[in-house]
């Protein structure tokens, strides 16, 4: 079975893309996927500085989240927009778990896995600028992200009370990219 770990860049009280998130893997588990959903906010880590991992070692909580990273097959990822850009909460976690520890190959919680990108945002672009780094970023440690992507525009409005979403055909390619990452995913691991 594949197992797909979904998480955002926000640990926002009540995160758009969190939401958006929690839809995709939605979609991912009704496709026979394993998913575990976890917050940003639950893996607290310093800013990444190498003389503070030279001196400190790797915290507990990257440890604990680089681990989670490795027993995944795919990455189900949404995350607003900071000036044009993803967030730097998102920035810090990918370059924490990135380090190599002992004799572990490199980018080792990366290489060989998919990705889904999303993002979700109050303004009229929906984070979109963002992916693009976003995507970038992820294809350069080694990761295959989807062609596919999701950008939910007017995020203040577009949830229901039960974490879908009022227009049905947005609700529909969000679970179906979730749906895409688990086959996607299926077939890289049974390579």
């Known amino acids: ?4 770990l979904a998480f955002s860049g926000s640990a926002r009280k ?4 969190q939401k958006l998130v929690r839809l995709a893997a939605e979609g991912a588990g009704k496709a026979g996927g394993e998913v575990t959903v976890v917050n940003l906010a639950d893996y607290p880590m310093p800013i990444f500085d190498q003389d503070f991992e030279a ?11 680089k681990k989670l990273l490795i027993e995944h097959d795919g990455f189900l990822i949404a995350s607003p927009e900071y000036n044009s850009a993803f967030t730097p909460l998102l920035k810090n976690v990918l370059d924490w778990a990135s380090r190599k520890e002992g004799d572990e190959q490199p980018l080792v919680a990366y290489r060989g896995k998919c990705a889904a990108i999303m993002s979700a945002s109050p303004g009229a672009l ?8 976003l995507r970038m970023l992820l294809a350069n440690i080694g990761i295959v992200v989807l062609p596919g992507q999701f950008a939910l525009t007017h995020a203040g409005q577009a949830f229901l009370t039960n974490g879908t979403l009022s227009d049905d055909q947005n609700n529909a390619t969000v679970l179906a990219l979730g749906a895409e990452l688990v086959k996607y995913s299926s077939k890289l691991k049974a390579d």
């Open 126 to 133: 929906g984070g979109l600028r963002g992916l693009v780094f």
């Open 1 to 4: 079975m594949v197992k797909i």
């Open 55 to 65: 001196e400190q070692g790797m915290p507990e909580t990257v440890k604990a989240f």
């Open 14 to 17: 009540d995160s758009f893309n």
